[in-house]
């Protein structure tokens, strides 16, 4: 898991990017920040993460960054939906790549928060686009 929080380095913060969205974790105070570029048809082309979370906020991120490209927006919102329902013990592990990686976080609860941190933040980012036509 460790080794994941390295793979940040591959989306750099990017101030031009126009769609931006903030996450906090209550229960450790991890927080994300995440801009994203859309296409034209609203899927993510670019993506860039500012991150002072822990290990577990920079490896959710890290496996969020590295598969949210080429994806809708409605399929990362859907993803969110999916790991928060999982999170809360409905359902299976998420079906995002990598996911597993992170998955024995759900037996701890004080960690939910940060595993949350990429979807909230993209949630909060999307929140900004305009549906396209």
């Given at each position: 898991m460790l080794g994941l929080t390295i793979r940040l380095a591959a989306y750099p913060w990017d101030e031009s990017l126009p769609l931006k969205g903030e996450a906090r974790s209550q229960s450790c105070g991890s927080t994300i920040a995440l801009g994203l570029a859309l296409d034209e048809n609203g899927i993510v082309e670019r993506i860039g993460v500012r991150s002072q979370a822990c290990a577990i906020g920079?490896?959710?991120a890290a496996i969020f960054a590295d598969a949210a490209i080429g994806r809708s927006s409605q399929a990362l919102h859907d993803a969110g939906e999916a790991v928060a329902r999982?999170?809360?013990g409905e359902g299976e592990t998420p079906d995002w790549?990598?996911?597993d990686t992170i998955a024995r976080a759900r037996d701890y609860p004080a960690?939910?928060?940060a595993v949350l941190l990429p979807w909230r933040a993209a949630a909060q980012a999307?929140?900004?686009?305009?549906?396209?036509?």
């Open positions: 920079q490896a959710a999982w999170l809360a790549p990598a996911f960690r939910h928060g999307l929140s900004m686009a305009r549906t396209p036509r």
